[in-house]
Nanobody, 116 residues
Framework: QVQLVESGGGLVQPGGSLRLSCAAS????????MSWYRQAPGNERELVAR????????YYADSVKGRFTISRADAKNTVYLQMNSLKPEDTALYYC?????????WGQGIQVTVSS
């Protein structure tokens, strides 16, 4: 079955950096658009960044533009989210998602906490 497993979260001070990884299995990874979403307590889940197949196009939420970078390594079935200049408002549960036509798969989520 399809599995998406996030890693790399944790506690970081404001201004710090983290790199999230999402390792996929059970699907043809290179055929899927990959996305990172996040959900803070009391808020709806929001799209943070998206990368299309072959990495040809990327999208970022305005709140993370210039600070976050999404990338993918199809040979490793992995998508990354490099997060720099982190702010307390980036604190959330981060999820990766694989999309292809009407097929959508989610990871279990990983916590990122930005606090001094």
């Amino acid at each position: 079955q399809v599995q998406l497993v996030e890693s790399g979260g944790g506690l970081v001070q404001p201004g710090g950096s983290l790199r999230l990884s999402c390792a996929a299995s059970g699907l043809t990874f290179s055929s899927y658009t990959m996305s990172w979403y996040r959900q803070a307590p009391g808020n709806e889940r929001e799209l943070v960044a998206r990368i299309t197949t072959t990495g040809g196009n990327t999208y970022y939420a305005d709140s993370v533009k210039g600070r976050f970078t999404i990338s993918r390594a199809d040979a490793k079935n992995t998508v990354y989210l490099q997060m720099n200049s982190l702010k307390p408002e980036d604190t959330a549960l981060y999820y990766c998602k694989a999309e292809r036509f009407f097929y959508n798969y989610w990871g279990q989520g990983i916590q990122v906490t930005v606090s001094s």
